[in-house]
């Protein structure tokens, strides 16, 4: 087959036509440039939120054995008042003990709902974005 003989303005025209399209195509890397800064900076933040995230963790465990340690040490004090016969003033501080142990036990419990319900929701946040971003690439 016979190639179609190129006339010097065409190619001429053909050129800045290409100039002007690398740089629209300039136009849109810089703007993804700033885009993608502003991503990793976003995501630096991320990372700083899932490590807070994470140390709150901690936190909670921490509150939990220690609230652990005083319902054994509570239990221990009912076995000794069981063991020596006490009369009704240290009952009335075992019972007194007892609410107040039972008032830490709720608000224990409510934070750990909390905690685990954003603890699901940051997390399949995160599960759809790796998605998210995997399947754009």
Known sequence: MKQ???SLPGMESDHR??????STWRVDIERWQ???????????????????HGEALGSHMQAIERH?????????????YQNQGAGEPA?????GKHRKLAEQHRTQREAHQRIKKHHHTVMSHLARL??????AM
């Open 68 to 80: 652990q340690q005083v319902l054994r040490d509570h239990s221990r004090a009912m076995a000794e």
């Open 4 to 6: 179609e003989l190129l």
């Open 17 to 22: 036509q290409w100039d002007h399209i690398h």
């Open 34 to 52: 700033r885009e993608h800064e502003a991503a990793l900076s976003q995501l630096a933040k991320l990372q700083d939120m899932v490590r807070e």
């Open 130 to 135: 790796e998605t998210a971003v995997e399947s």
């Open 91 to 95: 009952q009335e501080a075992m019972a």
